[in-house]
């Protein structure tokens, strides 16, 4: 009788806390998971889309979808062109944002404007993707600033036509990007270092440990959460890259580097929405797509996960043995 009152107890406690958790799950099920199983569902079919034929019956193809989608040459140049974008954007993203944040939350460099400085560099995030977009391909049109450039450099041996390069395309998307998301970047991990204990710091300068040693020995360490948070977002966002390609792509004169810098979502949206509305074989390229973000996804939370604890097991472990075999042999 008294576990019983103690259990009901326990649960009139949390009552709020399970309405204010409600909302989340609710709407993941109907937005997220429900969407998520009609894909997979629909990948194993030859589903057109539902306005060419609302009556039309879904015949069960098995895995011939995924097999049509890892043969055409289309979602591996996707398939290419995606990771390389992202990664070409993110590394300097991090970089320069972990400088930034470096520099901000040194006690010795003491920055002067840092509020100025942070807006500035935050402000690319504010602006919209199509915006920013506009801008670029204002910039590289025929007579636009970057191509004038280009033509004085001699890239462009012909100011009258428009600039064709596979990789000038990719590297215009990953400067976007990369412009775009570091203050972003910046700022959450400013975040993270501010949340350090000022002690271990102060501890290390005592002990002479230069600005340096200080970064890799302590802020590193540290901020790894907040790192793998980066991370993860990031990559989850660049596999899922489609505004700012696809206003390249579709941008006139500028054709000649559309599939160079055509992604996966833009992939799915072509065979869903256009030609033959192949809406299963869109379900399955979406299907891969999500399973390589989990993969990947699951990669990083390993390599940058905390093995402190399994590896402090498994000396343990070694340790215990070689006692007793010592035991066993004396």
């Known amino acids: 009788m008294a576990s019983s009152f103690k259990t009901r107890a326990k649960l009139e406690k949390n009552y709020f806390g399970y309405i204010f958790i409600a909302p989340f799950f609710i709407t993941y099920l109907i937005f997220q998971l429900t969407p998520l199983i009609n894909t997979i569902r629909y990948s194993l079919t030859n589903a057109k889309a539902w306005y060419m034929d609302p009556n039309q019956n ?89 191509h004038n450039i280009c033509v004085s450099i001699g890239y462009v041996k012909d100011e009258r036509y428009a600039i064709n390069s596979e990789w000038f395309g990719r590297g215009i998307v990953a400067f976007i990007n990369f412009w775009m998301w570091y203050g972003q970047t910046m700022i959450v991990l400013i975040a993270g270092i501010m949340g350090i204990n000022p002690s271990f710091f102060e501890a290390a300068s005592i002990d002479g440990a230069s600005g340096w040693q200080s970064f890799w020995k302590i802020t590193m360490p540290l901020v790894k959460p907040i790192l793998l948070y980066s991370l993860v977002t990031s990559l989850i966002g660049g596999w899922q890259m489609f505004d700012v390609p696809n206003m390249f792509a579709e941008g006139d004169n500028h054709a000649a580097f559309s599939r160079d810098v055509t992604t996966l979502v833009m992939y799915i949206k072509k065979l869903a929405y256009t030609g033959q509305f192949q809406v299963g074989k869109a379900c399955a390229a979406s299907v891969l797509l999500f399973a390589t973000t989990a993969v990947c996804s699951l990669i990083l939370f390993y390599i940058m996960g905390d093995h402190s604890e399994a590896k402090a097991k498994r000396l343990e472990k070694k340790r215990a043995k070689q006692a007793a075999m010592e035991g066993g042999d004396y």
């Open 58 to 146: 879904f015949d069960f193809v098995g895995l011939d979808q995924f097999k049509a989608v890892l043969e055409d040459k289309f979602f591996k140049e996707a398939y290419y062109n995606t990771p390389v974008m992202w990664i070409m954007g993110f590394i300097p993203q991090i970089l320069i944002a972990l400088l930034l944040a470096s520099w901000f939350t040194n006690e010795k460099i003491r920055v002067k404007g840092q509020g100025f400085f942070k807006v500035v560099f935050y402000m690319p995030n504010i602006m919209t993707a199509a915006t920013i977009g506009i801008l670029f391909l204002a910039f590289i049109r025929s007579n636009g600033f970057i």
